[in-house]
Each structure stands twice: as C-alpha cells, then as structure tokens.
C-alpha cells in the first residue's frame, strides 16, 4: 500500500505540518487556502453530488481548513450532521456556518468510532502526512456500511514533462522543501484507487484533473503565492537560487507563459454495504445503486 516515491531520501519526519511556512499565522495563508478552495470546489462538489448524498447522511471533513466544503455539506444535509475537523480551527469556527459541527482534531492520533459515517471527505491533507496510508485505512473503518470515503490529493507528476525549465526547477524543488520539512509526499496521490482498494473499499471511482499556471489560468495567482512562501525556505535549504527562484516568479507575471503545474487525483470507493440478510454486499444495478440502498 506504500506507494511513495520518496523525493527525500531521509528517514519521513515527524508531522510538522503548519508550523512553518504553511502555518496559518503566513499572512497570505489565508489567501492561498481561497484560491485553493476557488480552483478545486467544483470538481469536489461535482463528484460528491455523483455519489447522491442523501439529507439525512453523516458526514466527515477531515482537515478542513476553511470549510467551504463542509459547508456545502451542511447544506446537502440537512436532517443528517456534518463534522469538520483541522488541527488549527481558528479559520473554520468563522467560515463553516451554523449546520457544521467544528471539531479540533489531529487525524493522525485520534479517531472516531467503526461505522459513524455515511460520507468521509478530505481534500489536499493525507499527502502531508508522514502516516498518511495508515490514516486512509483508518478512515474506510470509520464508514458506516455503505459508506463513501472521498480522497483528493495532488500529485507533481506533470511537472516533471514542462517545457519551462524555470518552472520544473521551482516545483521540484517545492516538492523537496515539503518532503523535508514535513514529510510529504507529492508522488503519492496516483495510487490512491489501490490503496482504497487495499482498505477493502469497494465501487471504485477516479477523476485526474491537471491544475495550469500561467497567464489565464485559475492556478496561476494560487502558485505565484504558494511559491512566494516557500520561497525563503527553498533560499535556506540551498533548494534554488536567488536567480532561479526570481525566474520561475517571473513566469507568473508573463502573459506567453501557461503551463501544467501538477494533477488533483481524486478517488472514492465505498465500504460493503451489509443486509439484514447477512449477505455483505450485492454488485452495483445498472442504474448505479446497490440494491437495498
Ligand atoms: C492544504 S490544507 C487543505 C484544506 C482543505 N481540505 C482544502 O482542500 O481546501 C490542509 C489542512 O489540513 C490541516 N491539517 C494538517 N495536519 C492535520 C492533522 N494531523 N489532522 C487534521 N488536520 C490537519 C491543516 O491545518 C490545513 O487546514
């Protein structure tokens, strides 16, 4: 299930996640969580609204930074509960709104009850985490039967094919500044339909979408900022230049520059339902439903 391409070749460090440049308190953090959300929510809510949530479902956001998928949640369930989660809760007690349950949470040390869930979401979190496929096993247990676990996660595979040797330079180097000081990994997300699958999850489903930067592109502001705040972490480390790092911000600002930056691999599968009947699961109708759902 371990399917890391480590960048770093060091032992993975403890989960610093946020305590440095991605902290909450980097004053453009907020900014970069925005268009963050703006670039990736209607893909997210495309395929939740596929998985026809019902208005009575129990729902999970696991690392939910600002909140504004748990939100939507809280309105497509109206009769059921939506509980947020983030180690840092400061941006989501503002932003998640009255039918959302704001809890502070560390996903890597605690946990909830087998089967409490009807819906599982987290988006742009598992990556970080150095114990991100134990986390993802843990999760599918956290499913009622029948439940959906929904994981959205990037992964810097394009990057490694870009024309512009400036801006390949900076992510790849981003990708090592992460691998470094947190543990991420940013060559991890391709696999995850196996490792759902390796969880026990059932009825499998894949989207990839390639986020752009550049002169157009919704991405571009999202990696002007991202770069920006790595910027001196990736000066110390020795990552890039000061050249390179300005050559590769220089590319935002130019209007014959897009590019694609890295992919979203999103992926959902779903614990076996159980019947009365004792039978554990049915194979899906035609028209996409288990039977006795
Ligand atoms: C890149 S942000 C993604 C936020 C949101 N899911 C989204 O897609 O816009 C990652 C979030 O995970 C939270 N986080 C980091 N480590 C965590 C942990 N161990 N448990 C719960 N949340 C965590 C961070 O505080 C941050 O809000």
């Known amino acids: 299930m371990n399917a890391e391409a480590a960048v770093s070749g060091g032992q993975p460090p403890a989960d610093r ?78 932003a998640a709104g009255p039918r959302v349950e704001v809890l502070r949470h560390d996903v890597t040390t605690e ?10 979401h987290t988006r742009m979190l598992l990556f970080n985490l150095p114990a991100r496929d134990a986390v993802l096993t843990r999760a599918a247990d956290w499913l009622a039967p029948g439940g959906w676990l929904v994981v959205e996660e990037p ?13 390949r330079r900076a992510v790849q180097a981003g990708e090592e500044l992460v691998a470094r000081s ?28 390639i986020q752009h930067a550049g002169n157009g592109a919704g991405g571009n502001e999202f990696w002007r900022v991202l770069l920006t705040q790595f910027g001196p972490g990736l000066l110390d480390a020795g990552l ?11 590319l935002f600002d130019d209007p014959g520059f897009v590019d694609a930056a890295h992919a979203t691999v999103s992926a959902w599968g779903r614990r076996r339902p159980t019947f009365a009947d004792g039978t554990r699961h049915r194979a899906r109708s035609a028209g996409g439903q288990s039977a006795g759902r």
């Open 155 to 167: 992964d810097a595979f394009p990057i490694d094919s870009s024309p512009y040797p400036a801006f």
């Open 111 to 120: 946990g909830f009850p087998t089967g409490s869930f009807d819906l599982i």
């Open 17 to 94: 996640y946020g305590e440095d440049m991605l902290a909450h308190t980097v004053p453009t953090e907020a900014r970069r969580h925005l268009l963050l959300q703006r670039l990736l929510d209607p893909e997210t809510k495309r395929i939740l609204t596929g998985l026809r949530i019902r208005p009575h479902w129990r729902c999970l956001e696991l690392g939910a930074g600002i909140g504004t998928v748990a939100r939507w949640l809280g309105e497509q369930c109206p009769d059921g509960r939506v509980v947020a989660t983030d180690v840092d809760v400061g941006p989501l007690r503002s």
């Open 182 to 209: 947190h543990g991420a990994a940013t060559r991890w997300a391709r696999g995850l339909p196996e490792y759902l699958r390796a969880a026990g999850l059932v009825d499998l489903g894949l989207s990839v979408k």
């Open 240 to 250: 890039l230049t000061e050249t390179e790092l300005a050559a590769a911000l220089a």
